[in-house]
């Protein structure tokens, strides 16, 4: 199937065939017809697959279709709600590629920045607006932003929302929306609270999953290294010496530590740069424009602020330090092997992270090949999944503090690869070699 086979409009296929597009990912062949046809959708798929243009594309082509019948308004008719400033900035970047042809008006908001550019242009009139909740309330109760036009909403990293504690601001913004309205909900994974969320606000949705929950690409490479948290930092120098790692996103759990893999690196002669929460707007779009342009060979990044990156052929992840929550690992690796390509994944484990890796072994179904063709291997009989019987008792809730080992944000997250085999990583280590299918890209990575 191609685009062409999809019933698309001549002005998005134009477009289109100017970015390279022919053949849709499997979740926008099936999404763009339900959008079409005006249904409500739902949506389990994990990142890389496409679905910015599953909801992008047949959005305009409706939106067009509509002003061709009926009078432009200046008014919002097509609400993106997104967690991250940088996936709202990709999904915005995606409209204006998609939508050159249509002279559809669309806008991305965001906090962080100074509201005033956002107020002007909404006065001019918008019809698409991609918006993080917390600017998009704060602009709301200034009345600078109306909903009550809103023909089309979509929720994208609804599970994201969840995590980062945005739900509530999510359903003050539903409460302003039409009733009447369609809706398009997506979600890498579906926990009991999305799922909750997904059924109060679609209307006899169609359901798509495109891959199992909270499952990796086969054409990702996975490789686990075990490692003192005290080699670390060589063990990354180790890995960037192969040249063929032209641009590597770096993973850490914290802020600082990402600053400090920063300075390790440039001590080292090797550009990097990061991008987390503190960093200025303008500091993190900087650093994303140097790394896409491979001006800076390695992006070390917080799991909040990377979501929303998507960089074509970027085919080397690194976890420096395991995330505690399981799902994060497949947001992180997905960031490589999107649409079709391949990727590579190392992760690096030290002695405290071994819950955190069991954790993730059966989220996925499998277990993560383990790179031992390092100077760094640390002792293997410390490498030892703590016993039920050692682990301390202490009271649960909140995020999963990856037990026995105190407090998550003491310890450290490592996730890294590199090229060689090994053994597979379970408790007693029993064998197994990496894996890693090869697929061609389509080049629908948007």
């Not at 926008?28 to 496409?50: K, N, S």
Request: aromatic content about 4%.
């Amino acid at each position: 199937m191609t685009f062409n086979d999809l019933n698309l409009i001549e002005p998005i296929l134009k477009a289109l065939k100017t970015e390279g597009y022919t053949t849709p990912t499997p979740i926008q062949e099936q999404a763009i017809p339900i959008v079409l046809q005006r249904r409500d959708l739902l949506g389990c798929a994990q990142t890389g697959t496409g679905k910015t243009a599953a909801f992008s594309i047949p959005i305009l082509q409706l939106l067009y279709q509509d002003r061709l019948q009926h009078k432009e308004q200046k008014t919002i008719k097509a609400l993106i709600l997104t967690p991250t400033r940088e996936l709202a900035i990709q999904i915005n970047e995606s409209l204006a590629a998609y939508g050159r042809h249509t002279g559809l008006k669309h806008l991305v908001i965001f906090g962080g920045v100074s509201q005033n550019p956002q107020v002007d242009a909404l006065r001019r009139g918008v019809d698409i607006l991609v918006a993080t909740p917390g600017r998009l309330l704060d602009l709301m109760n200034q009345r600078f932003v109306h909903l009550e036009h809103i023909k089309m909403l979509v929720l994208d990293e609804a599970d994201r929302m969840l995590d980062m504690g945005f739900v509530n601001d999510v359903k003050k913004v539903i409460a302003k929306v039409p009733v009447k309205r369609q809706t398009l909900f997506f979600s890498a994974t579906m926990p009991k609270e999305i799922q909750h969320l997904a059924d109060t606000i679609l209307t006899n949705p169609e359901k798509i999953e495109v891959t199992p929950v909270s499952s990796t690409a086969d054409t990702i490479q996975q490789e686990l290294y075990y490692v003192q948290k005290s080699d670390k930092r060589d063990l990354l120098a180790h890995i960037l010496k192969d040249k063929d790692i032209k641009t590597a996103l770096v993973f850490t759990r914290t802020k600082h530590g990402a600053d400090k893999v920063v300075k390790d690196l440039h001590r080292l002669k090797i550009t990097a740069e990061a991008i987390h929460g503190n960093k200025s707007q303008n500091a993190r779009q900087r650093a994303l424009t140097n790394f896409k342009n491979r001006d800076t060979r390695v992006l070390i990044a917080t799991d909040i602020a990377a979501r929303g990156i998507d960089i074509d052929e970027l085919t080397h992840v690194i976890n420096y330090e395991i995330p505690n929550i399981p799902e994060t690992y497949v947001h992180r690796i997905g960031r490589t092997g999107r649409a079709g390509a391949n990727g590579i994944a190392y992760s690096f484990c030290d002695a405290e992270e071994l819950e955190y890796i069991r954790d993730i072994h059966k989220l996925i179904g499998k277990q993560i090949p383990v790179n031992e063709e390092h100077p760094y291997v640390m002792n293997p009989q410390t490498v030892r999944p703590t016993d039920e019987a050692d682990k301390p008792k202490g009271k649960g809730g909140g995020q999963k503090r990856g037990r026995g080992f105190g407090r998550a944000d003491k310890r450290p997250s490592d996730n890294s690869r590199h090229s060689g085999g090994g053994r597979s990583a379970e408790s007693n280590m029993s064998g197994g070699r990496p894996g890693g299918n090869g697929g061609k890209s389509n080049g629908n990575r948007r």
